[in-house]
């Protein structure tokens, strides 16, 4: 039996702690609650981009990834930019 992998990417809109300017003061929690549920589904495999130059500890994505993959088991992690962190 051949098995066909389906492949689909979605990306997020970029989590935001509040409302711009002319949005809806409700956008926080709406891109929150929509993040999440594009998470949930045990079976997705979740790719979190993070720019090296941000630090872990403040990240507003990795709590909510480890909401949906407590365990780390469906989850890659992708540095970015790494070489701005490499003095030689």
């Known amino acids: 039996m051949n098995a066909v992998l389906t492949s689909i990417h979605t990306p997020t809109p970029g989590l935001i702690l509040k409302a711009k300017d002319g949005d809806a003061g409700s956008t926080p929690e709406e891109i929150s609650v929509m993040v ?3 998470l ?7 790719v979190f981009l993070q720019q090296s130059s941000v630090e872990w500890s403040s990240s507003l994505w990795l709590p909510i990834i480890q909401e949906a993959d407590p365990h780390m088991l469906r989850s890659i992690v992708v540095v970015s ?7 030689v």
Do not use: A, Q, T, Y
């Not at 949930?40 to 979740?46: G, K, T, V």
């Not at 930019?81 to 003095?87: G, S, T």
């Open 40 to 46: 949930s589904p045990p079976h997705r495999l979740i």
């Open 81 to 87: 930019k790494f070489d701005n962190r490499v003095h």
């Open 36 to 38: 999440k549920n594009l």
